[in-house]
């Protein structure tokens, strides 16, 4: 029996991607009932937070840990999965690499491969037909924009639809240790959410609390860094300043700066994707920048596309453009 071309391609993307990462190109039912369980556990846990923060149940040990394990991932997966892996703002020397890989797996926002090919094909189709998870996907009226964001902060993720991750991620995929920690994403999981209780119970030397480090250090602290990172996906490309030219609706959101480790420049960063500075104005608190700076002051970083002041000036929008 001769196959037709396009059966050869899904023949080959099922012999091939599914090595890739954890669950492929595809999502089968385990994944999505998993990836629903991250969502909402986490989310419930900070919801309670705040009640809780007022009676018997944090500690400076526990606020200390959840400071520590996000930031961590949050710049894992800013400085790793987005800037480095992503875009290739800087080279990396080998032990970096590695390290970067591992911090933005603790994040808990998916395998590095498939997170990698999501945000190349966002790139590709910016706010238009094809993009993964633009809040203007249906429509422009309030009610359709309500429903965008919805979709672009969380929705788009039970997408049955897959990025296919031998077209957008083939780098990655042929780098055998990027391949084992992609798939590794469970593992790396695990030590993400163990962490905290571990450290707290340890230092406190009692069940409660390595209770609370696990209620703040790994639930709260999981479920804040998820919000943020999504929220650059939804309220970033819906509201904001633009006063660079980009070819879709990203914005800058500046009250998500520090929190996003200065993703929320979003504007500057779907002008330039490359750059490895996104706060590039006056102000702008870029964290991600400043530890890039390091990286390559200790050699551990070198070619750093940094954003020259030619290059900002001509992606500047005329000043009547510039719009909130």
């Excluded at 209780?197 to 479920?223: I, Q």
Aim: charged share 20%; hydrophobic share 45%; net charge positive.
């Amino acid at each position: 029996m001769t196959m037709t071309p396009d059966v050869l391609d899904r023949t080959e993307r099922q012999q091939d991607t599914p090595s890739a990462t954890l669950g492929g190109d595809s999502k089968r039912s385990i994944e999505q009932v998993t990836l629903l369980l991250f969502i909402t556990v986490p989310f419930l846990a900070l919801v309670a937070a705040v009640p809780l923060a007022w009676g018997w149940g944090v500690s400076w040990l526990d606020l200390g840990l959840l400071v520590a394990m996000y930031f961590i991932g949050c710049h894992g997966i800013t400085i790793g999965f987005h800037r480095y892996f992503t875009h290739g703002s800087f080279k990396a020397k080998r032990p970096l690499r590695i390290a970067l890989a591992i911090m933005g797996s603790l994040a808990v926002e998916g395998p590095l491969v498939r997170w990698v090919a999501d945000h190349r094909k966002h790139h590709k189709f910016s706010d238009g037909e094809g993009d993964p998870h633009s809040p203007w996907r249906f429509g422009e009226t309030v009610p359709a924009l309500v429903k965008g964001l919805w979709w672009a902060h969380i929705g788009w993720m039970f997408d049955e639809e897959q990025t296919p991750q031998h077209k957008y991620a083939p780098d990655l995929i042929k780098d055998p240790a990027l391949r084992r920690i992609s798939r590794q994403f469970v593992l790396w999981t695990v030590v993400s959410l163990a962490l905290p209780p571990l450290v707290g119970g340890l230092v406190t030397m009692s069940w409660w609390g390595a209770f609370t480090a696990f209620f703040w250090g790994s639930l709260v602290r999981v479920a804040l860094l998820h919000h943020v990172t999504w929220s650059i996906n939804s309220i970033c490309h819906a509201v904001g300043k633009r006063p660079f030219k980009s070819r879709d609706r990203s914005g800058n959101v500046w009250w998500l700066a520090v929190l996003s480790c200065g993703e929320s420049w979003h504007n500057l960063h779907h002008a330039d994707p490359t750059s490895a500075r996104h706060g590039v104005m006056r102000g702008q608190v870029d964290s991600s920048a400043r530890l890039i700076r390091w990286f390559e002051k200790l050699g551990w970083a070198y070619d750093v596309r940094w954003p020259s002041e030619a290059r900002i000036e001509a992606r500047r929008q005329p000043r009547s453009a510039n719009a909130a």
